[in-house]
């Protein structure tokens, strides 16, 4: 499986990013994986943002992206986006996307969970 992950990138405070993470593999296309984006600030320890399942039916947030980011998936595309409004310089980070097994979906927070991880792309907010 790889991962792709773009979109980020420097904005003001109070703009948006669209992030995006393209999969691909024959293993992603013959098993199931529910995804997750963390993020990672210099000099602290990565952490969950939010995760979807295989199918989209059901998300989940960590409390600093509730009611500003919203993780979608694009069916037939293998893609997962997401949209971060109302950003602030808090936010600034690398942003990494990840696969986990659908199985696994209560451990979907964890990232020692995680199979398979994209290689990040940086989001700057300035104040």
């Known amino acids: 499986v790889q991962l792709q992950a773009s979109g980020g990138g420097l904005v003001q405070a109070g703009g948006s990013l669209r992030l995006s993470c393209a999969a691909s593999g024959s293993t992603f296309k013959d098993y199931a994986y529910d995804m997750g984006w963390f993020r990672q600030a210099p000099g602290k320890e990565r952490e969950f943002v939010a995760g979807?399942?295989?199918?989209?039916?059901?998300?989940v947030y960590a409390d600093s992206a509730k009611g500003r980011f919203t993780i979608s998936r694009e069916t037939g595309k293998n893609t997962v986006i997401l949209q971060t409004n109302r950003l602030k310089p808090e936010d600034t980070a690398v942003y990494y996307c990840?696969?986990?097994?659908?199985?696994?979906?209560?451990?979907?927070?964890?990232?020692?969970?995680?199979?398979?991880w994209g290689q990040g792309t940086l989001v700057t907010v300035s104040s």
């Open positions: 979807i399942t295989w199918g989209g039916r059901s998300t």
């Open positions: 990840g696969a986990i097994a659908t199985t696994e979906w209560r451990f979907v927070r964890y990232r020692e969970k995680y199979d398979y």
